[in-house]
Every structure is written in C-alpha cells, then in structure tokens.
C-alpha cells in the first residue's frame, strides 16, 4: 500500500490567499442569493388565509 507525503505546513502567503478566496466566494454567493430573490417569483401564490405581501384586507375564502 502507498504511503501518503507527510503535510506540508501552510505559509503566511497562502493561508491568507485561502482566507481572502473563502471571503470572495462567500460575499458573491450572498451577492447572488439577494439577487435570486429579487428578481425571482415565487412558484406559487399566497395562502388564500394570509395577508398578501402588499397589506391589503383580506378576504373570505370560498
């Protein structure tokens, strides 16, 4: 069986690349997230038993 290459300590240089790369990814993932929600309608309308978004009355169901 092979044997794996004892690890390799992490430099100040990289470990701040991965940090600084983590923090990118996590900023654009919740850029895209609030842009999703924005832009996208939701699939089905509201409960006929809830307030509408808007605040209108709300009405008797059939």
Do not use: I, N, Q
């Not at 654009?28 to 509201?46: E, G, I, Q, R």
């Amino acid at each position: 069986m092979a044997r794996h290459r004892k690890p390799v300590p992490v430099r100040g240089v990289t470990r701040k690349a991965r940090r600084r790369l983590a923090v990118g990814l996590a900023s654009a993932s919740a850029f895209a997230a609030t842009l999703l929600a924005v832009t996208v309608d939701p699939a089905a309308p509201p409960a006929p038993d809830r307030l509408p978004a808007g605040g209108a009355e709300p009405r008797a169901a059939p």
